[in-house]
């Protein structure tokens, strides 16, 4: 029993250390000051007065600012001629003071009456809100866990969501309580949230927008900031906002998104006016917010996607696409100096391209990756097999100079990712691409040659992958290598000798990290397979063929296979 007691109490302070080291991570305590500020807005700039007191006023003097009733308010004058007391009524949205008018004796009584009408703060209203800020607080770390966007946020993904979740909801709240002399007028077509939900879809995807384009809208009423007209408008334009840059391919997509935003936003407008009973005569100007509300966001996250792409050294579909155009000068660079190696990387491209789709992962992100993986061979590329003709350099060489030669293809490549301003994640993908395996070829040798080796000597510098992408981007490179060494392949023996690669990648503890389960290696088995074949123009087998599939990896295959990966 003390021992079952011991082993609960030293869960309980594990799981309570872990918890208050994800709490005092840069983005959650980040979020707890945005929280604060908020609480402080918020209480700041609740739904009571826009003046705190009346001593800033005087009858004869020049009046500084604007004082608009945010609640009706009835009072008692008292008539100066002894007749009977007058009603007067102050409505919600009237003007009390006007800036720059000499403040009359009657506008000061209807100002200390208004300001006298006004409900004092209660401390329970306020912890209240405390509490709710907190409540939001709390849900926004659950909105970018794993269990609900369904991966690991980067950190810079986590500051950004933070940073436009805090400005939303802080900024709903300060135009909410600015805009009280527009009676009747939607404070959510004051602000933009599709131009959040569109930077939020754009950065880490559709489905984080979604939730966001829920939960930012639904913070902002709780708090406040909008009201039921304001909510629904708000609603709309971030769900047609989170959707509209699907599979978006170009950065002139965002100002069609803002046309279809425009459209979205007018038909939530015109429900609204309809659902209020609205003159007829109201129904121009707003509609005119509305669709200028969807323009304008598109055209703003259009203006704000370079420098947060660059700020952030972030992966976005539109730079993805800039990155894959094949005229970029490195990428001619490496076809002049290397034409082997640019062939082998398109391959690569296809290949993993193909298969990336087939199980949901990043195509986009794959491709360029490829493209990318092999940039490090550009420095000397006849050591490297498919650069070569009939002369092969690592013959007049000593086996731990040529893996030397090999290895450094790997850091060579991530030096010129980082100087050409590459994202993260493709350099990722060129320091991965061969994991921490051991060059086998140049190992054996140099151990017929020496009485000690040692295997760390002949690792490649890198991680085993640590994404689909990643792992898809390796696969590809060795089943390209090494599919040339089949004799006239055909579709079976295809099948075949890439399950062998794959085996021999898994057994060695390459695909561990990298999220793929036995289904998406089957998958990209497949995808890898209906490639190659159209590319050998391989045709559909009769049994007769299938039988000679068994006899996929000839004798002396395994060790040109070798060669072939090891020189790649």
Request: aromatic residues 8%.
């Amino acid at each position: 029993m003390k021992i079952k007691l011991k082993q609960i109490i030293k869960k309980i302070k594990q799981n309570m250390g872990a918890s208050l080291k994800r709490l005092r991570s840069g983005p959650n305590l980040f979020s707890l000051a945005l929280c604060v500020v908020a609480a402080v807005i918020i209480t700041a700039n609740g739904n009571e007065e826009s003046v705190r007191n009346t001593g800033n006023f005087e009858t004869g003097k020049v009046a500084d600012r604007d004082i608009v009733a945010v609640i009706s308010v009835s009072f008692i004058e008292e008539s100066a001629d002894e007749t009977e007391p007058v009603i007067r009524n102050i409505e919600k949205g009237q003007r009390i003071i006007r800036k720059g008018f000499i403040i009359t004796e009657a506008e000061m009584k209807a100002l200390n009456a208004y300001f006298n009408s006004l409900p004092k703060r209660d401390p329970r209203n306020i912890m209240g809100f405390i509490f709710l800020i907190l409540m939001f607080y709390i849900l926004l770390i659950i909105l970018r866990g794993r269990i609900v966007i369904g991966r690991e946020m980067n950190v810079s993904e986590k500051f950004l969501l933070t940073s436009l979740a805090g400005f939303y909801i802080i900024g709903s709240v300060l135009l909410n309580n600015l805009s009280h002399g527009f009676e009747g007028f939607p404070v959510a077509l004051m602000i933009p949230t599709a131009l959040i939900i569109m930077i939020i879809a754009v950065f880490t995807g559709t489905r984080t927008a979604m939730i966001m384009a829920l939960a930012l809208p639904l913070g902002a009423y709780f708090l406040g900031a909008f009201d039921n007209y304001s909510y629904i408008i708000a609603l709309v334009s971030g769900a047609a906002a989170s959707t509209v840059l699907h599979k978006a391919k170009n950065r002139m997509s965002l100002i069609k998104a803002g046309l279809v935003i425009a459209a979205a936003n007018s038909f939530a407008v015109i429900v609204i006016l309809l659902l209020s009973q609205a003159a007829l005569y109201d129904y121009p100007i707003i509609i005119f917010w509305a669709v200028l509300n969807g323009i304008i966001s598109g055209m703003l996250t259009l203006g704000f996607l370079p420098p947060l792409e660059h700020a952030l050294n972030a992966v976005t579909p539109f730079r993805l696409m800039e990155l894959s155009d094949l005229n970029a000068p490195v990428l001619r660079k490496l076809f002049t100096a290397a034409p082997g190696t640019y062939s082998h990387s398109l391959m690569v491209a296809n290949l993993s391209e193909q298969a990336c789709q087939d199980i949901g992962a990043n195509a986009l992100l794959a491709r360029v990756g490829a493209y990318y993986h092999d940039i490090g061979k550009m420095d000397n590329p006849d050591y490297f097999v498919e650069n070569q003709t009939a002369y092969n350099r690592h013959d007049e060489i000593a086996p731990r100079l040529s893996a030397t030669i090999i290895r450094s293809h790997l850091k060579l490549g991530v030096e010129k990712a980082q100087s050409l301003g590459l994202p993260k994640d493709v350099i990722t993908i060129i320091s991965e691409h061969h994991g921490n395996s051991v060059i086998s070829w140049f190992y054996n040798k140099a151990s017929e040659l020496e009485n000690y080796v040692d295997a760390e000597d002949f690792v490649y510098p890198g991680n085993p992958p640590r994404s689909r992408e990643s792992a898809v981007v390796m696969l590809a490179d060795i089943t390209e290598a090494a599919i040339r060494t089949l004799n006239k392949p055909t579709a079976a023996k295809i099948e075949k000798f890439i399950q062998q690669l794959f085996d021999d990648k898994a057994a060695h503890g390459q695909l561990s990290d990298s999220d793929l389960s036995f289904r998406d290696l089957e998958t990209i088995k497949k995808a890898f397979v209906k490639v190659l074949a159209g590319y050998y123009h391989s045709r559909i087998e009769y049994p007769k063929q299938k039988e000679e599939a068994d006899e996929a990896m000839p004798a002396g295959t395994r060790t040109q296979n070798e060669t072939n990966e090891t020189l790649e």
